[in-house]
């Protein structure tokens, strides 16, 4: 149960500015963000379990994130990893609508994907829409389609529009929205296939429920003039912080950035 709060175009500084909590069994081996040797120009954690990445930008102005649609069926040895869409596209020149639009969904399981170059950002997933591209605003997603309407995505994106609306963002009033460890009100919580205490633990923006729960904390901030200041905060089993690392770049496309919205 991942958990993504963003705003696009709809700031007066940072084009993109996204709090993002990465959810995960913990015994699940990775890397936390760093500069990948084969690709330096990546930033951004890795699987090492199956190589791909769950969140990644690019110094060439680019950035993507997926999350696992919920579905109850086991996925099958014979789908490829969702985590090299994101480090596939990181590294592409295609567009984000072309390069959703190529994407065979028939070999991963369910995912949702968030793609973005300086100047569009797509959403797409292979359960629910086409790519589409997404006009400026504040945006959340989960583990189902773009904003569906689960306590803890609006919640946190009420809380990231009334940041943006009061010029309260950066890096510390993100972090303190992705820390947010209020379940949701008893009477919401819709979960059948799972017990209700694990069912209640899951439906808060951060999580904490021994073998999974809250792996990192990701804030991204990127101007228009091409600045990308992006911080990852790392969690133990039992939620307590076990490290944070902060990395400030400019992009390659820096002297060509796109203008500010009106």
């Given at each position: 149960?991942?958990l993504?709060?963003?705003?696009w175009?709809?700031?007066?500084?940072?084009?993109?500015?996204?709090?993002?909590?990465?959810?995960?069994?913990?015994?699940?081996?990775?890397?936390n963000?760093?500069?990948?040797?084969?690709?330096?120009?990546?930033?951004?954690?890795?699987?090492?379990?199956?190589?791909?990445?769950?969140?990644?930008?690019?110094?060439?102005?680019?950035?993507a994130?997926?999350?696992?649609?919920?579905?109850?069926?086991?996925?099958?040895?014979?789908?490829?990893?969702?985590?090299?869409?994101?480090?596939?596209?990181?590294?592409?020149?295609?567009?984000?609508?072309?390069?959703a639009?190529?994407?065979?969904?028939?070999?991963?399981?369910?995912?949702?994907?968030?793609?973005?170059?300086?100047?569009?950002?797509?959403?797409s997933?292979?359960?629910?829409?086409?790519?589409?591209?997404?006009?400026?605003?504040?945006?959340?997603?989960?583990?189902?389609?773009?904003?569906?309407?689960?306590?803890?995505?609006?919640?946190?994106?009420?809380?990231?529009?009334?940041?943006?609306?009061?010029?309260?963002?950066?890096?510390?009033?993100?972090?303190?929205?992705?820390?947010?460890?209020?379940?949701?009100p008893?009477?919401?919580?819709?979960?059948?296939?799972?017990?209700?205490?694990?069912?209640?633990?899951?439906?808060?923006?951060?999580?904490?429920?021994?073998?999974y729960?809250?792996?990192?904390?990701?804030?991204l901030?990127?101007?228009?003039?091409?600045?990308?200041?992006?911080?990852?905060?790392?969690?133990?089993?039992?939620?307590?912080?076990?490290?944070?690392?902060?990395?400030?770049?400019?992009?390659?496309?820096?002297?060509?950035?796109?203008?500010?919205?009106?």
């Amino acid at each position: 149960m991942c958990l993504i709060v963003f705003s696009w175009h709809a700031h007066p500084v940072y084009r993109l500015i996204l709090a993002a909590n990465r959810d995960e069994y913990h015994a699940r081996p990775a890397r936390n963000a760093h500069w990948w040797p084969d690709r330096q120009h990546v930033l951004a954690g890795r699987d090492l379990q199956a190589g791909g990445t769950w969140l990644g930008v690019s110094r060439r102005g680019r950035f993507a994130s997926v999350t696992n649609y919920r579905e109850m069926q086991r996925a099958t040895g014979r789908l490829r990893s969702r985590g090299e869409i994101v480090s596939r596209f990181v590294d592409n020149v295609a567009s984000p609508n072309d390069f959703a639009s190529s994407i065979d969904g028939m070999s991963y399981a369910g995912f949702s994907l968030l793609a973005a170059d300086r100047g569009q950002l797509v959403y797409s997933s292979n359960r629910t829409r086409a790519p589409s591209v997404l006009g400026p605003g504040v945006y959340g997603l989960s583990n189902a389609d773009l904003d569906t309407p689960w306590p803890k995505l609006l919640r946190s994106r009420e809380e990231l529009g009334r940041l943006i609306d009061n010029n309260a963002v950066d890096e510390t009033s993100l972090m303190r929205l992705l820390a947010d460890r209020t379940p949701a009100p008893l009477d919401t919580i819709d979960n059948p296939q799972l017990p209700f205490p694990l069912a209640r633990a899951l439906s808060a923006p951060f999580i904490v429920s021994g073998e999974y729960g809250t792996r990192c904390s990701t804030t991204l901030l990127w101007s228009y003039d091409g600045d990308v200041e992006f911080c990852e905060r790392v969690f133990d089993s039992s939620g307590e912080p076990s490290g944070t690392r902060r990395f400030r770049f400019r992009t390659d496309d820096a002297m060509s950035a796109g203008s500010r919205p009106d």
